[in-house]
């Protein structure tokens, strides 16, 4: 009795040594967050997920293991996500993130070493893409915010801005169209009467049209050849 409560200690102490000093060395994952990435070198702090579950961090952890290192010069695009990785050691790790859906593809490279790229098996890129997908597809379009502006989906428009035709629009219940219709490009319209240029004054009353003038002048042209002797009229 007395040699085996010793060996059933033995027994106990060997694994939380073990898996107490593999933490020091090899610290776990404790919780992965995931964000829309907003560029390289740097974590966007917004985060869409976290992850703090076993299957989860389990994943994270083979795409680290099996990762594999591209020769080269990195020229990638932008990265889709950003992902900070907490250990149980207390360290913090950031990595870029990508995902190809259509090829079951992905990539993965250090926050503070972006001149190094290493692709993810595709099988895992394919788990990846398989968890934040769900999570993904709730973020905003932002091509269709892009193209909206900053008018949320509830704001009205506002009629005073909006862009007015070059003519008012026919009066279904006129029985003719109305005179503008039929006026020239080199016109102006007040109301529903237009105004062609080069008309004579006793061709357009101005004055029920416009309205009184403010002041008014009569100059008689000299010395303008064959315009000499005619009258021009200034309304204000």
């Known amino acids: ?3 085996t409560v010793p060996l059933l200690l033995l027994l106990v102490l060997i694994p939380v040594a073990y898996f107490g000093f593999r933490d020091l060395f090899t610290a776990n994952i404790t919780k992965v967050s995931v ?3 907003t560029g390289f070198g740097k974590v966007n702090p917004n985060f869409f997920a ?4 076993r299957p989860a961090l389990r994943l994270f952890e083979r795409a680290l293991a099996k990762a594999e290192k591209q020769p080269g010069i990195v020229n990638a695009v932008e990265p889709h996500y950003d992902v900070e990785i907490h250990y149980s050691n207390g360290n913090m790790e950031g990595l870029h993130l990508w995902l190809f859906p259509e090829s079951s593809a992905g990539s993965i490279m250090h926050v503070t070493s972006t001149s ?3 692709t993810l098996p595709k099988d895992i890129a394919g788990e990846l893409i398989g968890l934040l997908e769900p999570y993904a597809a709730l973020l905003p379009d ?4 892009s ?3 900053d ?4 704001e009205k428009p506002d009629p005073a801005h909006e ?3 070059a003519f008012p629009s026919e009066d279904p219940d006129a029985s003719e169209p109305p005179d503008y219709r039929s006026a020239s490009i080199f016109s102006l319209v007040a109301g529903d009467t237009p105004i062609s240029i080069g008309a004579w004054d006793n061709e357009v009353d101005l004055e029920s049209i416009l309205g009184p003038p403010a002041a008014q002048t009569v100059e008689v042209l000299e010395n303008a050849d064959t315009h000499t002797g005619s009258f021009v009229k200034s309304c204000v």
């Open 147 to 149: 193209a909206d502006g």
């Open 116 to 118: 190094t790229i290493y």
């Open 1 to 3: 009795m007395r040699k």
């Open 163 to 165: 862009e007015q035709p």
């Open 151 to 154: 008018q949320s989906a509830d």
């Open 35 to 37: 964000s829309k990435s």
């Open 142 to 145: 932002e091509r269709r915010d």
């Open 50 to 53: 976290v992850f703090d579950d």
